[in-house]
C-alpha cells in the first residue's frame, strides 16, 4: 500500500515551453502533497506543501508563478514548471502523506533537462 | 527551526562489514526522525522512522536505529552489509511543533554509501 505514482520520469523540453508534472497517491487519499527538488549531489529541498482545494504553500525563495501547484483531488496534485529555462532543470519529486499520519510516501522523482 | 546533520558524505563498507551512518538533529521538542533511501534516478523509500515509542527502531532489509535525544543523535546501522545496500541515504526530521513547520521534513545533505566485495 501507500503507493505514490509520479508522471512522467524524465522529460526535455525547449526553454520557453512550459511542463506540467503529475503525482498521484494510487491507494489511498493523500490529505497534504509535497514537491521537492534535488539538484545533482544534494538533499531533497522542499518547494512547496499543497492541501486539496486550498492553495500551496511555497517555502521562501520559490516563485508561485513559475512553479504553478494544482491539488485538485486528494488523489493527484500537479507541479507545472512555466516558461522553463535551462537553471530549471532538476529532478523533481514529490510525497503525500494521509492525514493525521506522520509518514511522507514519495515518488519515484522526475528529471527535467531544459535545453 | 530544525535542523539536520549528516557527518560523512560519502561512506565505504566491505561486504558483510558493519555500517554506521550518522545522523544528528537539532529541534526546539522532540521530533519524529526519518531514514530514507535512494537509489540512482529513484525517489525515495522509507527505512525506518522513531515516533516517540521505542528508541531502538528497526526498519527494512536490516537495518536500525537509535535515538538518543541526550546526543540528538539517530544514526543508522546494519550489522552486515550487502551489495544491494550501496544508495544513498537521507536522515530526515519532522516538527511535532505547530505553526509553520508543522507537516514539513527537513532533510540532511545524504551519506552516499558504497559496499565493496
Known amino acids: 500500500g501507500a503507493v505514490v505514482s509520479q508522471h512522467p520520469s524524465w522529460v526535455i523540453c525547449k526553454s520557453g515551453t512550459s511542463v506540467k508534472i503529475e503525482c498521484r497517491s494510487l491507494?489511498?487519499?493523500?490529505?497534504?502533497m509535497f514537491w521537492y527538488r534535488q539538484f545533482p549531489k544534494q538533499s531533497l529541498m522542499l518547494m512547496a506543501t499543497s492541501n486539496e482545494g486550498s492553495k500551496a504553500t511555497y517555502e521562501q525563495g520559490v516563485e508561485k508563478d513559475k512553479f504553478l501547484i494544482n491539488h485538485a483531488s486528494l488523489t493527484l496534485s500537479t507541479l507545472t514548471v512555466t516558461s522553463a529555462h535551462p537553471e530549471d532543470s532538476s529532478f523533481y519529486i514529490c510525497?503525500?502523506?494521509?492525514?493525521?499520519?506522520?509518514?511522507?510516501?514519495f515518488g519515484a522523482g522526475t528529471r527535467l533537462s531544459v535545453l | 527551526a530544525q535542523s539536520v546533520t549528516q557527518l560523512g558524505s560519502h561512506v565505504s563498507v566491505s561486504e558483510g562489514a558493519l555500517v554506521l551512518l550518522r545522523c544528528n538533529y537539532s529541534?526546539?521538542?522532540?521530533?519524529?526522525l526519518f531514514w530514507y533511501v535512494q537509489y540512482p534516478n529513484q525517489g525515495l523509500q522509507l527505512l525506518l522512522k522513531?515516533?516517540?515509542?521505542?528508541?531502538l527502531v528497526k526498519g527494512i532489509n536490516g537495518f536500525e536505529a537509535e535515538f538518543k535525544k541526550s546526543e540528538t543523535s539517530f544514526h543508522l546501522t546494519k550489522p552486515s552489509a550487502h551489495m544491494s545496500d550501496a544508495a544513498e541515504y537521507f536522515c530526515a526530521v519532522r516538527s511535532r511543533a505547530g505553526g509553520t513547520s508543522y507537516g514539513k521534513l527537513t532533510f540532511g545533505q545524504g551519506t552516499i554509501l558504497t559496499v565493496h566485495p
Open positions: 510525497s503525500a502523506s494521509i492525514g493525521g499520519t506522520n509518514i511522507q510516501y
Open positions: 529541534s526546539s521538542v522532540p521530533p519524529y
Open positions: 491507494d489511498f487519499q493523500a490529505t497534504t
Open positions: 522513531y515516533t516517540s515509542a521505542a528508541t
